[in-house]
């Protein structure tokens, strides 16, 4: 009687149950297999073997065939994806979607075919290679079998599991200017040892300087991972850390999902960024909390940097959940500017202080300049006419945060009213570490400009951090509570709970109240965890 087993199978769409197949033959978790759903051909992952059918086994669909050319999804990446799809309250099916996207399948078959087709050609020349034929033409197909053969084992090559090593310890928060050269003491111990680097950056802008400094120090050892690649080149890559140690990769958060199988450190630098946020599609999950659970799963060490740390990892330091160091770069304190006082001894010309002037005066090179509210049209005609020989370039905050300001020998925010906006709790937070940013990069002269010279960030910057977090305590807010996010049907809520045993029924209790509304209207309800310090 011929054998059946029982096979779970993902596949990449929003199911809240996996569907079961069965199949001649044992296959374990991580195998892929290509199956019907729904009268389609998915290629997907079988997720448990010797599942239980659950069903009439007559109903129950054999799988089309085990994709053995594809490489095979590590037990490290099963439990990352069980992660996210629990705290993040998502299905599993969604996380390999991201993980595992049409493109990337595509690409990966594509190679399985040139494999196949490297096979063929091998077996042409070794068979040739049985006749006889003259000296040249033997040595001619001796090496063209040793070229096909040594591109088959790097297309083969099984991968090195993480070789033992000491425990990781604590995510260590790294606060201060200066990181990149620490970085880069922990990426060298680490690359020497044949382990690989993962260096979380929020955006594409952001880790230009960080690649440049890396590929000199790294030469031949550093990837950069981010939405402008091209399918081919990304898995390339994915074949390179899944089958070799000591590379180095930089990447946006989608990184998060590459096939590491020797993961030594991980690197969140600017970890207090709003980017690391995923809000579509699912999984929404926040690319710096997944990272320390990521670095969990591989023994790998995380190192969280920033010019001023965000308030919950902060919070995680006394709660003795993280380490912290400080480094010994300060950055560069602004010379403040209170535009009200200027105003009434006519020190104001325009939207830029008779202050900023003399300091550019005294200053040799181009200028910066970040606006706030102002519009960029009439702020460039006053530019124009007070500084006529000098280059001078403007930026917005956002945009500044990518500028590489050490070219400038004065960098000036114009209005720093604009970092505090009405009706978010993070405002002060945001401003400080948008001007420790700013701070961090400046080379020459910082100059800050602002009506609220008497607000707390400027007026008594020792001992902020204590109370922001005695602020948000007082009122309930992160990092002391749990925020959700909910929308169903365009009615948005946002609830506050407490971090207690019942934060986890809680979430269960929404994602059923999301389901039901689903089932009812055929709408869609989105769930997002919006702060759970990790």
Request: charged letters at 25%; aromatic letters at 8%.
């Amino acid at each position: 009687m011929e054998n059946v087993y029982y096979i779970q199978v993902l596949v990449p769409l929003r199911l809240e149950w996996i569907p079961v197949y069965k199949c001649a033959e044992p296959l374990a978790p991580g195998a892929r297999v290509e199956v019907m759903f729904a009268r389609r051909r998915y290629s997907g992952v079988v997720y448990c073997s010797g599942a239980e059918p659950g069903m009439d086994p007559s109903r129950i669909q054999d799988i089309l065939d085990v994709q053995t050319s594809l490489p095979t999804v590590s037990q490290e990446e099963l439990r990352f994806w069980e992660f996210l799809s629990s705290y993040y309250l998502c299905t599993l099916g969604e996380v390999f979607r991201a993980a595992y996207p049409l493109g990337k399948v595509r690409s990966e078959q594509k190679a399985a075919s040139i494999l196949e087709r490297l096979r063929q050609r091998l077996a042409v020349r070794q068979e040739s290679l049985s006749r006889k034929h003259k000296d040249n033409v033997r040595e001619r197909l001796e090496n063209e079998v040793r070229d096909i053969e040594a591109q088959i084992t790097a297309l083969t090559r099984v991968p090195d599991r993480n070789p033992s090593k000491a425990d990781p310890g604590k995510p260590l928060l790294l606060s201060g200017g200066g990181r990149t050269e620490e970085y880069i003491k922990y990426c060298r111990q680490v690359v020497d040892s044949g382990l690989n680097v993962l260096i979380l950056i929020p955006e594409i802008a952001a880790g230009e300087q960080l690649q440049s400094v890396f590929e000199q120090t790294f030469p031949g050892q550093v990837h950069c991972v981010n939405s402008r690649l091209t399918e081919v080149r990304r898995r390339r890559i994915a074949d390179d850390i899944r089958n070799y140690g000591g590379q180095i990769v930089i990447g946006t958060r989608s990184s998060l999902f590459l096939p590491f199988s020797r993961l030594g450190l991980i690197i969140v630098e600017n970890e207090h960024d709003a980017l690391f946020k995923q809000t579509e599609p699912a999984p929404r999950y926040n690319a710096r909390d997944a990272a320390v659970v990521l670095g969990r799963i591989h023994g790998a060490r995380v190192v969280l940097g920033s010019p001023f740390p965000s308030l919950e990892s902060l919070y995680n330091t006394q709660c003795g959940k993280y380490s912290m160091t400080r480094t010994g770069v300060p950055a560069a304190s602004p010379v403040l500017v209170d535009i009200n006082s200027e105003r009434r001894k006519r020190g104001m010309i325009g939207r830029i202080s008779r202050k900023l002037l003399e300091a550019a005066s005294k200053t040799e090179g181009p200028v910066a300049l970040v606006r706030g509210w102002e519009k960029a049209d009439e702020l460039l005609e006053e530019v124009k006419s007070l500084f006529p020989e000098r280059q001078v370039d403007i930026y917005t905050v956002q945009q500044a945060a990518l500028a590489d300001l050490r070219l400038y020998s004065l960098v000036a925010v114009l209005q720093a009213d604009a970092l505090f906006p009405e009706g978010d709790f993070r405002a002060d937070e945001r401003a400080l570490q948008a001007l420790s940013a700013m701070g961090e990069q400046c080379s020459g002269v910082f100059l800050v400009q602002t009506a609220k010279a008497d607000h707390p960030v400027f007026s008594s910057p020792e001992g902020i951090t204590e109370r922001l977090l005695e602020e948000r305590k007082r009122f309930g807010l992160p990092p002391y509570t749990r925020l959700i996010d909910t929308d169903f049907g365009g009615h948005k809520e946002r609830l506050t709970l407490a971090p207690d045993n019942t934060l986890t029924a809680r979430k269960m209790e929404l994602k059923q109240r999301a389901l039901a509304f689903e089932k009812k209207t055929g709408g869609r309800a989105k769930v997002i965890i919006d702060v759970d310090p990790i």
